[in-house]
């Protein structure tokens, strides 16, 4: 089960303002608004298809498969995404057509789906035992399994770069990196809080500051006192 640590007006509005469905929780962390990056995608529901309108003069058109049902759509910046009860679907700003990443049996229940974030560059799908992963600039996806008898405790996303905090471990990736970077926690450690920019990430436990950057291969680790 996902931990909520911690809801807060701000964050309240920010998911609010952003358009998520209504199933994705409140600590989910949705940033990249820093104002320089321009909505350039629309998505739109047809009849049996879903339609992206990109810089508001090209077109791209994806067939829904039978009984294939939406349960989640957003587009920001230069990313769009749906999510339906069998695939995760995502294009950006220079993508030919929709990409589309198959979700497994177990990730496919309309009335538990898979929780979606989205900043201007990325788009990233959280289960129980998996996190999916659309890179916008890389036009790529990236996945990463979560180990047995360990769990999501928090996930967080900005403009250039993603994290998901489990009970054992932290996950880093960033655009155009193309893998998760992991840093395990020691046994008597515990995650307090992470902050985000738009091209780092900082988790602080209650030994250490972890931070990850958009352009570093690495956690820097700093012990405190």
């Known amino acids: 089960m996902v931990k909520i640590h911690y809801i807060t007006v701000f964050t309240l509005a920010l998911l609010a303002g952003s358009g998520w469905y209504a199933g994705v929780s409140a600590d989910r962390i949705g940033y990249g608004r820093n104002g320089v990056v321009e909505d350039v995608i629309d998505i739109h529901l047809a009849d049996g298809e879903v339609v992206a309108v990109r810089d508001g003069r090209h077109v791209h058109r994806e067939d829904l498969g039978l009984r294939e049902n939406v349960l989640w759509k957003n587009a920001r910046g230069h990313v769009g995404a749906v999510l339906t009860n069998r695939r995760l679907l995502a294009v ?126 690495f956690w820097e680790r700093i012990n405190l006192g």
């Open 92 to 217: 950006s700003r220079t993508t030919p057509g929709w990409r589309s990443h198959t979700l497994r049996i177990e990730e496919a229940d309309e009335d538990s789906p898979p929780e979606v974030l989205i900043s201007d560059f990325l788009v990233m799908a959280v289960t129980p035992r998996r996190v999916i992963l659309f890179d916008g600039l890389a036009n790529a996806w990236a996945t990463r399994d979560i180990p047995l008898h360990d769990s999501v405790s928090q996930v967080a996303i900005d403009n250039h770069v993603a994290v998901i905090v489990t009970e054992k471990r932290v996950y880093g990736v960033a655009v155009r990196r193309g893998r998760f970077v992991e840093q395990r926690f020691s046994s008597d450690e515990s995650f307090i809080s992470v902050t985000t920019r738009p091209h780092s990430i900082t988790v602080r436990t209650n030994r250490q500051l972890l931070i990850f950057r958009s352009r570093s291969p």
